[in-house]
C-alpha cells in the first residue's frame, strides 16, 4: 500500500453536493412528460372490498390513469426469506381484501400532483368491514378474527432455532436463579430523511426505475420479474438514497404500481411518499414480544438462555418477513457463555402495515431481552451487572466460538470492550428530585452478510457476494464501481480510501460510481446488513491489490527491473533508490489500454474486477452505558450521558464510524424512549410519530477499538448497524436502575412518560 | 456450439427500429435546455486573418456564446498515425491563418438553429488573402506557395517502403516488359447517409457527448485531452451511427468546438453538419498520386513493382495523415509475388480540406495501380490478363506467406478465388454502338487489425485488442457488450449470433450493448479497418465459450454428473441421453449470481471478460469482374455486369455480407465514374457530388468462399472494406479493355464522361 488513506478521517466527499443542496434525489428529479402518481389508500383496517368506481377518476381533468385492482391481478412480490413452513409466499400488488389501513387501493396518475390527488378523492370503493386483528398477542388467540380464513390460524410461520425447549428447561431445572419476563418492543419505523420516492420510465422496451433505495440490483431483479421483462431490460438508478436503514431495501407495491403506470401511459411516472401516508405506507419494524428466561447458578454462571420470540408480521410475511425475529433467536447469546440456549420463533399477521427491516434487524431486540434479563439476574442475585457479565463473557482466548445458535464468532475481545467501557463512564450527579440510574448492554454484531449458518440451519437461505471493479484509465484516473450503494453512510468515500491506497494514488484520482445497475457490478442484496464495505469494501481491497501488481509487472518489463524494486509516488513508478528511472502512470495506463509493450501473455488494458464471498458473517461487538434521570412525577426520562465501546475491526474512516455509531444510538434512544406507531383496538394507526432531536440525545462518547477481522480481506466489520444494538437495552437497563423497586417490570419499549407513570410503583416480585 | 446462427442469414435486429423510423439518430434529440451551434466557416483558400468582430453577433437575438479564434488558443488536437519524421503532430481547433475553403472562424451558440445562423452571419472576419497551393503536384512544385512557411515545402513526411528504389530499379533493368504509368485519385467523399451530428453537455463535472461515431473511446480520449478532463469524466455516446465509411472515425475540430459550447455554457449543444459545408467540413480521401512502375520477364514473370506515392493532406495531416498512403504502399503487392516490390511515400499539404480515412484505407489506389499496370502489362505482352494474374499469384501452399513489404498473409486460396469469378463472368451482348469491354482486378486486404508488422516497420505504431463482455444475467438472459460500434454494418447482430451459438441460449436471448463508454469496454480504435467483427467478435468468440464452459461446469456440480455429459437445450442445462435429469439455465443462473451451491473455488455470477489482441492483421481476399460499355460519342459508361468472389473467413451473416459487398462495390463505381471534390485554382471546392444511384449500379453477383483465419478465433476475417478494394480497378480495367487504343492513358479517377471524352483517341504508346 502506498499512502494512509484508510485509518484516516478524511472529509466525506459525498458532502461536497449534499451540503451545497446538489444531492441528486428522485424526490427533485423532472423528466420530459413526465406525470405523477397518488396511491388510494384503504381508511379500513379489515374488510371485503365489495365494489369499486374508478370512472369518475378517469375522467378527470388532466388524469392519464388510473390503475385498480383488476389493472393489476396475479402482479405479486416475492417474500425472499421466509420462515419454515411459512404459508404465504408472495403478496400482492393489489388485493380486493383490505388488511391494515394505507393498503393500497388504486393509483391515479395526472399531469400534476394536484390533480392526481383531487381525482384520487373521485375514486369510490365500498367495503364490507371485518374485524381488525390488533397487536400480535390478541392475534394469535384461538379466538382472534383470522386475516386468511383457510390458513385455520393467523400464525404463519413457526420454528425454533438452538437447543430444544426442552433440553433449556432441563438445564434451568436446578439454577439458583431463573428470571423470566415478557418484553413488548413497540412498533418503530426507520423513518429516514428522505421518503421513499420513484420515477419510472418505459421507453425502447426497457424500464427505467429511478430511486430511493439501497438495493437497485434487488429492486431490478424483482421488478424485471413482476412485469415478465428481462433482466436486461430493466434499469435501476440509485443515484442519491437520503438514509434507509433497511426500509429502502426492497420494491413496495405502491412503487411497483408506479412502475406499471410507467408501462402502461409510455410517460416518466413520478411518486414520492406522502408525509401523512408515510407510518402506513414504509414498513415499520422491531413489533414483537419475548418471552425470555434466564437461568443462572448460584456462582453466577449462566445455565440457560430460552426466549419465545413472537413476531408481528402485520397484514402478509413481507419482503424479509420473519426474518428479523430469526436473527433476534440466532444472535440471543451475544458475548456470553450458556449451557443452552434455545427459541421458538413464531410470525403472526395482525391487520396493520406489514413489517419489516431496520437497522439492527432484530439485534436491538435480542439485546434488551438478554441485558434485561441478565440486569434482573445481577439484582436479585446481588452482583454488580458488569461483573456478573465480566463472570460469563466469551473471552478472546476462546474465539473464533460457536453459539448453540451456529453463530460462529470470528474476533474481537468483549470483556476488553466491557472493561474499557466501564472506566469511561462519569456518573452525572445534579440533585433535582430525579431518579438516577445507569445500564450497561453488550453486544455481538453479525455483519459483513455471508453464508450463514444459523439462517441455513433453520432454512433460511442468506449471504452473497459483491464485487468491485477498479480501472485505471488510459489517462490514469482511477474509477471504481461497486454494486452496493450510497444510503448517506459515507461508502463512496470510504471505497475511495481502500483504492487509493491499495492502487497507490492520490484520493482525488480516484471516482466511485456507484447505484445504476448498467454501470455497476451485480449485487444481489444491496447496502443492508452492515456489509456494504466489510464485502464490497473487501472486494474492492483485493481488486485494487491486483491493479497495483499489474502496473508494477508493466513497469517492470518497460524498465527491465523487478516489479518488487518498483515504487508509486506522485503518480510515477520509479526504481526504489534510483527515482530517476521512471514510467508516469499515464505513460503505463496509456501503453496498457493500446495493448503496447506489455509483458508476454498480459491482458490488455487495467481494469480488475473481484468477487468476494465471505465464508461466514464477521462479527463486531459493543458494549454500551447509558445514565439517566427518571422524573417520578411524569415518568419523564433524560439521558443525561452516553459512553459506548465498538470494536468493527479495521476502520476505514474513522469520522465516518463515529458518525454511524452516534446517528444510530440516536435511534436506539428514540425506540427506547419515544418511538411507537400505535394502533386503536379498531386498527387505526396513530398520526404522529416522535423522533429523538438533539434536546433528547447528549454527547455520546465514542471510543473504538480495533480488531482486525480474518475473514475480510482488509480486515474491516460493518459498523452501519451496531450503535442500535445495545442502545435500547442500556436505556432500560438504567431505567430499572433507577427504578430498582418496579425494575422486573421495566420490559417494554417505548418507555413513554405515560407507560413509566401508570407502572404501579410497588415491587411486584420478591428477588428469588 | 449448441445452434446454428453463425453462418446463417438472421434477419438484422437492427432494422425493426431503422426501417421503422425508430433509430436513435443524435440529430434528432431534444435535450432540455439545449442551444444550436451553427460554425461559421472560411470561404476563402488561404488567407492570414487580420480582424476579427464577434461583438455584433454576441449581442444578437437568442444568441448564447460566440466561440472565436482567442477563446480556444492552444486548443489542439493530435494526428494519431503520424509518419516518421512528419513536420506536424497536433492541429488547432481555430487558427487564424486559413488554408482551405470551409476552415472553421467561429461558432455561434444561440436558442434555436435560425437564431445560430443569422447572427452568423453578423460575424466579420478581414483576411489577408495569399495564394492557394491545389493540387498535390503542383504542391510539392519548389515554386508553389507555401502553407508553412518555416517548414521550407510543403512536403510534410516522406518516407520509404519495401524494397528500396534501386533494388527494384535493378531487377527491372533486364526485365522484358516495363510498365511505368502515373495514376491520379480523385478526392472521394466518404459520404455518409447520415451527416455528422453532436450534441454535447455539461454537468455534475462530466461532459457527456452524444455523437456520431464509429470510435466512441477515440473520441473521449481526445476530447477529455483537449479539455483537460480525466477520462472518466468524459461519456460518449453513440446509439445509432448512419454510415461512417472511415469519415466518423476521430473528434472534430468543429465537433470539438461543439464541446467547448457545452462547457462554457452549461447547457446542451446540438449541432449538425450543413448540407453545404458537407463537402467542406467532413474528411475526404484517395486524393493521390501514384507512379507505379512493374517489371515483368518474358514468360510474364512478375520481377519488380514500385510506387512513388503522393498523397495530398489537404491543409494539415488530419487524424490519421498519412496512413491511407502508407497502407496503399504496404499493401501494393497485392496476392502476386514479385521479387521486389518498393515504394516512396510523400505526404504534402494543399489549400484543400485536410484529407482522412475512407473505406478501403489506400488499398483500393494500391489496388488500381498495380491491377491497371498488370492490365497493361498483359496487353502490351499478348497474354490474356487473368492467365498472366493466375502465373504470378500466391498458391495456398505458399501461405502463410510474407511480403516484401513485410505483410504477413495468413490465408486463402488466391488462385481459386480468381478462377471461381473467371468461371461465373457471363459477357453481356448488345448491338448499341457502344464499346464493351471486361475487366478483372484481385486484392489482398489488411483486416482485423492487430500490430501491423508493416506500419511497424515505417514506424507508424498502430494495433490494439478489442474485449467482450458477456454476462448471462440470473434469469438467463444474456447481455452482450463490447467497445465497437453500429454504423449499419450490422455488428448488434453479429455478435449476437456468436454469442447465442457459443453460450448455447437462443438468439432472442442475447441483447447487445454498444456505444456508450460508461457501460462498454474500452476500445482505442473502435469500428474502423474491417476489424469489429475478426478482434471484438473474435473476443466474444472466446469470452461467450468460456461462459458456456461455467455454465456446464456449475450444472455438473449440482447434477452430479461430468460436465461433458451434458448439453444445453431449451435453456435448460441436461444430461445427454437421460433429460430428465436438468437444471434450468434460469436455476443455474440464478445460484451463480446468489454464490449459492457452486463449485469450490468457483467465483460467483456469470460474466466472462475476454481480451482479444490479433497477433497481425488476418488478410481477406477478392477479385472482381467488371462488365462495362462505354459511348464513345460522349465518354459515358455504363456498368453492365458486376461479379465479384470475395474470401473474408468464416463468415457471421451471409445476408450482412452480401449486402456489405455490394454497398461497397457501388462507392468503388462512384469512385470510378463520378465521385470527385474538386477544386477551382483559386481554392474554391465544388458545390455538387455526384454519388451512384440504382441506375449507375447493376445487379452484383456476389460469390463468397470461406477459408477461416487462423488467426481469429472463429476463423473470421474483416468484410467491411473488402468490396471498395478492387472494384474501382475491374471497372478502370474493363474501361480500359473497351479502348484498348487509349488503355495507356486510362489511368486516373473519376472516369467521366466529359474526362474520357476529352482523352486523345489515338494510341499513344506501341506495346513493348
Redesign the interface.
Known amino acids: 500500500m502506498g499512502n494512509a488513506y484508510v485509518g484516516s478521517p478524511v472529509p466525506r466527499r459525498e458532502d461536497a453536493r449534499l451540503l451545497a443542496g446538489r444531492g ?1 434525489f428522485v424526490g427533485g428529479l423532472r423528466l ?1 412528460d413526465m406525470v405523477h402518481a397518488y396511491v388510494v389508500r384503504s381508511p379500513v383496517a379489515h374488510a371485503r372490498v365489495t365494489g369499486y368506481d374508478l370512472s369518475a377518476a378517469r375522467a378527470a381533468d388532466g388524469v392519464v390513469d388510473v390503475i385498480g385492482v383488476r389493472d393489476a391481478s396475479d402482479l405479486r412480490l416475492p417474500c425472499v426469506s421466509p420462515g419454515p413452513g411459512q404459508r404465504e409466499l408472495s403478496y400482492p400488488l393489489l388485493d380486493d381484501v383490505v388488511r391494515y389501513v394505507g393498503q393500497p387501493l388504486a393509483v391515479v396518475v395526472a399531469g400534476t400532483p394536484a390533480a392526481a390527488r383531487d381525482a384520487a378523492d373521485l375514486v369510490t370503493v365500498d367495503y364490507d368491514e371485518l374485524p381488525p386483528a390488533i397487536g400480535v398477542e390478541h392475534a394469535v388467540d384461538p379466538d382472534a378474527p383470522r386475516l386468511y380464513p383457510d390458513w385455520g390460524t393467523n400464525v404463519a410461520t413457526d420454528f425454533e432455532v438452538g437447543d430444544p425447549r426442552g433440553d433449556c428447561a432441563a438445564a434451568a431445572h436446578d439454577a439458583a436463579h431463573v428470571v423470566d419476563m415478557t418484553f413488548r418492543f413497540g412498533r418503530a419505523s426507520p423513518y429516514p430523511l428522505e421518503p421513499r420516492a420513484i420515477v419510472a420510465s418505459y421507453a ?1 422496451e426497457t424500464l427505467t426505475i429511478r430511486a430511493s433505495t439501497q438495493a437497485p440490483h434487488h429492486v431490478r ?1 424483482h421488478a ?2 413482476l412485469f415478465g421483462l ?4 430493466v434499469r435501476v438508478i440509485s443515484r442519491e438514497t437520503g438514509g434507509g436503514f433497511g426500509a429502502k431495501e426492497h420494491l413496495y407495491p405502491d412503487e411497483a404500481l408506479v412502475c406499471l403506470a410507467a408501462i402502461r401511459t409510455g410517460r416518466p411516472v413520478r411518486w414520492s411518499e406522502e408525509p401523512a401516508d408515510r407510518l402506513v405506507a414504509t414498513l415499520p419494524a422491531r413489533a414483537a414480544v419475548h418471552r425470555g428466561i434466564l437461568a443462572m447458578d448460584a456462582d453466577g454462571r449462566f445455565v440457560a438462555l430460552y426466549a419465545d420470540v413472537l413476531a408481528d408480521l402485520g397484514a402478509h410475511p413481507a419482503n424479509c418477513g420473519i426474518a428479523p425475529a430469526a436473527v433476534s433467536a440466532t444472535m440471543l447469546p451475544g458475548p456470553y457463555r450458556f449451557d443452552r440456549v434455545g427459541a421458538r420463533v413464531r410470525g403472526a399477521v395482525t391487520t396493520s402495515t406489514p413489517t419489516g427491516s431496520y437497522r439492527g434487524f432484530g439485534q436491538p431486540e435480542a439485546a434488551w431481552t438478554r441485558e434485561r434479563l441478565i440486569d434482573e439476574a445481577a439484582r436479585r442475585a446481588g452482583i454488580d451487572p458488569v461483573e456478573l457479565r465480566l463472570r460469563n463473557m466469551i473471552g478472546p482466548d476462546e474465539l473464533p466460538y460457536t453459539t448453540r445458535t451456529w453463530q460462529d464468532y470470528d474476533s474481537g475481545d468483549y470483556p476488553r470492550v466491557l472493561r474499557t467501557l466501564r472506566d469511561s463512564v462519569v456518573a452525572p450527579h445534579r440533585d433535582d428530585g430525579r431518579r438516577r440510574g445507569i445500564g450497561f448492554a453488550c453486544h455481538v454484531e453479525t455483519t459483513g452478510m455471508g ?1 450463514s449458518m444459523g439462517m441455513k440451519a433453520i432454512g433460511i ?1 442468506a ?3 459483491e ?1 468491485a471493479v477498479v480501472q485505471m ?3 490514469a ?1 482511477v ?1 471504481v464501481s461497486a454494486g452496493v450503494v450510497g444510503i448517506g453512510q459515507g461508502i463512496e468515500t470510504a471505497l475511495a480510501q481502500i483504492a487509493a491506497d491499495h492502487v497507490g494514488v492520490a484520493l482525488d484520482d480516484v ?1 466511485v ?1 456507484l447505484g445504476d445497475t ?2 455497476t ?2 449485487s ?1 442484496i444491496g447496502s443492508i446488513a452492515s456489509r456494504a464495505l466489510a464485502v464490497s469494501g473487501g472486494a474492492l481491497t483485493r481488486a485494487a491489490a491486483q491493479l497495483r501488481t499489474r502496473i508494477l509487472e508493466i513497469a517492470g518489463h518497460q524498465l527491465e527491473v523487478d516489479p518488487a524494486d518498483l515504487e508509486i509516488v506522485d503518480s510515477t513508478v520509479r526504481v526504489k533508490g534510483t527515482p530517476q528511472v521512471a514510467r508516469t502512470l499515464r505513460e503505463i495506463a496509456t501503453a496498457a ?4 509493450d506489455l509483458p508476454d501473455g498480459s ?3 487495467l ?1 480488475e ?1 473481484v ?1 468476494y ?1 465471505p465464508v461466514a458473517y464477521t462479527y463486531a461487538c459493543g458494549a454500551h452505558a447509558a445514565a439517566v434521570a427518571v422524573d417520578p412525577a411524569t415518568g419523564a426520562v433524560e439521558v443525561e450521558g452516553y459512553w459506548l465501546v465498538n470494536d468493527s475491526g479495521v476502520l476505514v474512516n474513522p469520522a465516518i464510524v463515529a458518525g454511524q455509531l452516534r446517528g444510530a444510538v440516536a435511534q436506539g434512544i428514540g425506540m427506547a424512549l419515544f418511538e411507537e406507531i400505535g394502533y386503536t383496538p379498531d386498527g387505526q394507526p396513530n398520526a404522529s410519530y416522535d423522533l429523538p432531536t438533539t434536546r433528547e440525545v447528549p454527547d455520546i462518547n465514542v471510543t473504538t477499538l480495533e480488531t482486525p477481522s480474518p475473514r475480510t480481506p482488509g480486515g474491516m466489520k460493518g459498523v452501519g448497524e451496531g450503535g442500535t444494538v445495545s442502545s435500547t437495552a442500556a436505556v432500560g437497563n438504567a431505567v430499572a436502575a433507577a427504578l430498582p423497586e418496579i425494575a422486573d417490570r421495566i420490559t417494554d419499549t417505548p418507555m413513554t412518560p405515560y407507560a413509566l407513570w401508570r407502572l404501579p410503583r410497588h415491587a411486584s416480585s420478591p428477588g428469588q
Request: hydrophobic content about 20%.
Open positions: 441528486r420530459p425502447e431483479d424485471a420479474d428481462r433482466y436486461d431490460r453464508p437461505q449471504g452473497g457476494f464485487t484509465e488510459p489517462d484516473s474509477v471516482r460510481v448498467t454501470t457490478p451485480y444481489s489500454w493500446r495493448g503496447w491482458t490488455p488494458g481494469l474486477r468477487s464471498e
